[in-house]
Structures are given as C-alpha cells and as structure tokens.
C-alpha cells in the first residue's frame, strides 16, 4: 500500500476507496489522445483490471499529443505499445489488449465485463454504439470529446442519469460537425480532458465527491473559462432494446481519393494532372507541392477552375478534409470531370515523402 499513499491518506478516501479501486474493471476505447491520460492515471492509481480497445496504428501526427508513443514507435499497434509501457508503470494492474475496434457485433460481449466504459474515441459512430450498449447493460459511461481549443466531459448512464442520446439524440449530418483530423487540436487539450475522464471514472468507482452526471463540463482553454449545462434524462432514451445492425455515420461523400504513394508516383511518371491547393494563402505561401495552383477553400469558386477535357483534378489540403470539400464542389460542376481529393494531404505527404517535390517561399 505505500505505492497509493499519497491518495490514501486523503480524508474522504483512504484504503476503503483504494480497495475499490483494485477491485474495478474499466474498459478505455480508443488509446489515442484522450485515451492516454485515462490510461496512464488510472494504471498509476492502482485500478485492478483496464481494458484498451484500438485496432489502431501509431502514425507520425498523434505524437503532439499522444505523448505514451515514440518515434521508432510509429506504425505499431497502439494497444499493443501502450500496454508494453504501463505494465512497466503498475505490474500490479491487469491490461486486457483488444487490438480489435468496437462493433455491434461484439460491443455487449466486450462491455459487460466491465464496470464502466471510459469513450475516448473520436468519432460518432463509436460513441452511439457505446452509448446504447452500456444503456442496455446499465455500465457507466464517461465521455469527453475535444476539437480545437474545447473540450466536454460528462458521465453517462449513471444513477438514473441522462444518456449521451439525451444530449444529442442523433448524430450530425456528414459534415457538420469535424473531427480533429480536419478541425485541428491543441496538443495539451485532450491531456487536459483525459485527465478530467479519469477523474470522474474514479469518483464512480470510489464514490468520492461529486461526478458530472447530469451535466455537460465545457472547457475553453482559449479563453481560460469553463462552465456547465445541466442535462435532463428522458426516459426513451434510456429503452433501447438492441443494438442497431449499424452505426456508420451518414456519408455524402462521392469523392474519389487518391493517396500521396499514387500522387508520387504520378509525379514520377510525370502524368499530366491538375493539382488545386485549397489551403489559405499564408499556408501556400509558406510550403506548396510542385506545380499547384492556389484556390482557397474560404473564397472557393469552382467556375473558375480551368477544367481541360480529360485531365485529372487533384485537390489537396493539409490534412484531406477541405480538399474532400472543394472535389465536391467541383464535381457539382463539372459532372463529366475526373476529380480527385488526395487523402491526409500535407501532413500524409510529409509523413511519407518529406521535403520531395514541395517548394518553399
């Protein structure tokens, strides 16, 4: 018991709350940003059995703020590392690797050996798919989410509380709402949020203080301020029966994508193509792929894009998703045309090709 210490001779929680801990099962989905705190603090503290769920890889652009991984670590499993590094953390604690994502399929199987459910996904889909999961097998769900320079943090599903589906009782439209990967994070914000999710799992478990059931904690580390929006159960929200045979989100897209590996190698072969960046001006100014022609999403016209009988358009971006946007835009207008989006755009091209054929100021 010296290890946990610290926290035991807190008044309020002492060996009685450690004991608990020890004795606890909890499932963390997804060991990227917010998953690594969760699971770094939650090994440390000493809880008995956690389970990591990712079929995920280590790519280049996590480590900003997925801070358990390194660079001789990219392309590795996710879990798999992550489990290597915390049992060198607390050899006392169980991990359980499900190198595995979460589906219909085996979401009710996986779940109910836990005791709560820790959602530190990033998209949709997998968060309704937990949602109603732990509601049919009354677990515990603790949320966080995180875009840009906000995050939000509640508990689901607890003490007769609301449900994820009470806050938002269906997904968004495709596109309404972006994930990181086209928003953009702050590195230290789903630290911050991570920590937050494992502080309520913690309340839950032990039963020290209060958790956020009921609300809705909204973090603007922009401008330093934090708030709450209380939460109202509805109980149909809370008579789910079955899992949906699918939880994909809703996709408009009709994009073809081209890789950065088939981008190179057109530039190679020296195919003729048309590549529109859609990025702003001071981004093209300050590095731009070979031959691209600059037309920013936020003033995008695509009337005025030269459409040459069969040549390829390629649209291109910094991360894929305004290049989708602008391919879109130009299908609509040019029905006939062969358009493109290149898929992870700069920061996948750097990944794998670094400094070839770009062109700096």
């Not at 004795?23 to 997804?30: H, M």
């Not at 045979?245 to 590996?261: F, G, H, I, M």
Request: proline letters at 5%.
């Amino acid at each position: 018991m010296n290890r946990y210490s610290r926290q035991t001779q807190l008044s309020n929680f002492g060996s009685a709350a450690q004991q608990k801990l020890q004795q606890a099962k909890v499932l963390v989905v997804g060991t990227g940003g917010l998953g690594v705190p969760v699971l770094q603090y939650l090994t440390g503290m000493g809880v008995g059995t956690i389970g990591l769920a990712d079929n995920d890889t280590i790519s280049l652009t996590n480590l900003h703020r997925q801070v358990l991984y390194a660079e001789d670590e990219v392309g590795q499993s996710k879990v798999q590392t992550a489990a290597k590094k915390l049992s060198e953390l607390n050899a006392d604690v169980n991990l359980r690797v499900i190198n595995d994502a979460i589906t219909p399929q085996n979401a009710l199987q996986i779940i109910r050996q836990y005791d709560l459910v820790i959602d530190a996904t990033d998209n949709f889909s997998t968060r309704y798919l937990l949602n109603d999961a732990c509601v049919m097998l009354t677990k515990p769900y603790i949320y966080g989410a995180v875009q840009q320079y906000e995050g939000h943090v509640s508990v689901f599903n607890y003490q007769n509380g609301p449900t994820y589906r009470c806050l938002y009782p269906k997904p968004p439209a495709a596109g309404e709402i972006p994930d990181c990967n086209a928003a953009g994070v702050l590195g230290v914000v789903p630290g911050i949020v991570g920590c937050q999710q494992a502080l309520q799992a913690v309340k839950v478990i032990t039963g020290v203080g209060n958790t956020l059931s009921g609300y809705l904690q909204i973090f603007d580390f922009l401008n330093d301020d934090q708030y709450k929006i209380k939460l109202k159960a509805k109980p149909e929200n809370k008579d789910i029966k079955a899992l949906q045979s699918s939880y994909d989100a809703p996709v408009c897209n009709t994009v073809a994508l081209l890789s950065v590996e088939e981008l190179h190698d057109w530039f190679e072969a020296g195919k003729p193509f048309k590549l529109i960046d859609v990025r702003e001006p001071d981004e093209f100014a300050e590095e731009r792929l070979h031959g691209a022609i600059s037309a920013p999403l936020s003033a995008f016209n695509p009337g005025v894009i030269d459409v040459n009988g069969d040549m390829p358009i390629v649209t291109f971006c910094q991360k894929g998703a305004r290049s989708n946007k602008a391919a879109q835009a130009l299908q609509q207008q040019y029905p006939q045309a062969v358009v493109y989006s290149v898929l992870g755009g700069m920061d996948y091209w750097q990944d794998e090709f670094e400094e070839e054929y770009i062109v700096h100021q």
